[in-house]
């Protein structure tokens, strides 16, 4: 069997807890995700997705369990992969600029001052910052401008993997529609994998190869992935007429309002397992049989 691009095996996360003794987030989680994968996750507050994002980034260590990227073990942050926070941590002495070219500067050594400079600033004004906005510090700036930095940052280090954690959360509708498109395009022209969290399901739908359904914790579950088989490139006016599309969508509000409780609670079996794969087209395929008999 051939090697996945990035594989999850029996990845286990537990805290201390005051209420319950000890919190168990999830266990025994597997997940495998293909080279160049759009792979989206969405589930409820609290189950545990940023702490999955971030064992994938090497910047938390699980309890149990590997994550192997390219067929080695991820042992802490490299370049390789890119992440954009929930809080878009920059630095808060750095310019909008300075924290991206900070970022290139280390990604590119040999690149010069003004090499650095140029691919910056290309991918600030891809989000929409320019005009001497590049020259404030975080704290000039609004909440969404800040996200764009970060956003700005992940994307013009280029990384393999691409880990997104609620990346358009704090932007209004039409700034997110602009992102969206923009980094379709990046993911398009670069092959680069992503992995994105997101509570948005239009959004999931519209940007992923596959959605991954978490069920609440504890003992959170990947319980389902859910493959988007609607044709690129996609456009946001006619996406909603493919047949498929409320299908999806019906089924993952179907999921998040009720199915996600569902599954609480220890797995009585022993080992990881992957999702469930679900494909929308099949119960299609089926019903407009049944329509047509
Ligand atoms: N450092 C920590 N100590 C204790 N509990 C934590 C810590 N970090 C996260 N948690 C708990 O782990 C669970 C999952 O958190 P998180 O991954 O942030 O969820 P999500 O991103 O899905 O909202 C939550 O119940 C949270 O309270
Ligand atoms: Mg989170």
């Known amino acids: 069997m051939t090697q996945s691009f990035l594989s999850v095996e029996g990845l286990t996360q537990r805290y201390p807890s005051s209420e319950f003794g000890e919190l168990t987030v999830f266990e025994n989680l597997d997940l495998k995700i293909e080279k160049g994968e759009f792979v989206s996750i969405t589930g409820h507050s609290g189950c545990g997705k940023s702490t999955i994002l971030n064992v994938l980034a090497g910047l938390d260590e699980?309890?149990?369990?590997v994550v192997i990227m390219e067929g080695r073990?991820?042992?802490?942050?490299?370049?390789?992969?890119?992440?954009?926070?929930?809080?878009?941590?920059?630095?808060?002495?750095?310019?909008?600029?300075?924290?991206?070219t900070f970022a290139v500067e280390s990604r590119h050594p040999e690149w010069s001052a003004d090499q650095?400079?140029?691919?910056?600033?290309?991918?600030?004004?891809?989000?929409?910052?320019?005009?001497?906005?590049?020259?404030?510090?975080?704290?000039q700036l609004s909440g969404g401008m800040r996200q764009r930095v970060s956003i700005a940052r992940a994307f013009a280090t280029e990384p393999?993997?691409?880990?997104?954690?609620?990346?358009?959360?704090?932007?209004?509708?039409?700034?997110?529609?602009?992102?969206?498109?923009?980094?379709?395009?990046?993911?398009?022209g670069t092959g680069q994998t992503i992995f994105m969290i997101t509570h948005d399901v239009d959004e999931a739908i519209y940007l992923s190869d596959r959605i991954l359904l978490m069920s609440n914790g504890p003992y959170a579950k990947i319980a389902e992935s859910?493959?988007?088989?609607?044709?690129?490139?996609?456009?946001?006016?006619?996406?909603?007429?493919?047949?498929?599309?409320?299908d999806i969508r019906n089924h993952l509000v179907?999921?998040?309002?009720?199915?996600?409780?569902?599954?609480?609670?220890?797995?009585?079996?022993s080992g990881g397992h992957l999702p469930k794969m679900v494909r929308l087209s099949e119960n299609s395929i089926i019903k407009k049989k049944t329509m047509a008999l």
């Open 73 to 100: 073990e991820v042992s802490g942050p490299s370049l390789d992969r890119g992440v954009v926070f929930q809080n878009y941590s920059l630095l808060p002495w750095l310019s909008a600029l300075r924290n991206v």
């Open 62 to 65: 699980a309890n149990e369990g």
């Open 254 to 269: 179907q999921f998040l309002t009720s199915r996600s409780k569902e599954f609480s609670g220890p797995s009585s079996e």
């Open 226 to 246: 859910v493959e988007i088989e609607i044709d690129r490139p996609r456009s946001r006016g006619s996406i909603v007429e493919d047949a498929l599309y409320y």
């Open 160 to 188: 393999k993997l691409l880990l997104l954690d609620e990346p358009f959360g704090a932007l209004d509708a039409l700034t997110r529609g602009t992102i969206q498109d923009e980094l379709l395009k990046i993911w398009a």
């Open 116 to 139: 650095v400079k140029e691919h910056a600033n290309y991918y600030l004004n891809l989000v929409g910052l320019n005009d001497g906005v590049e020259h404030r510090k975080p704290s």
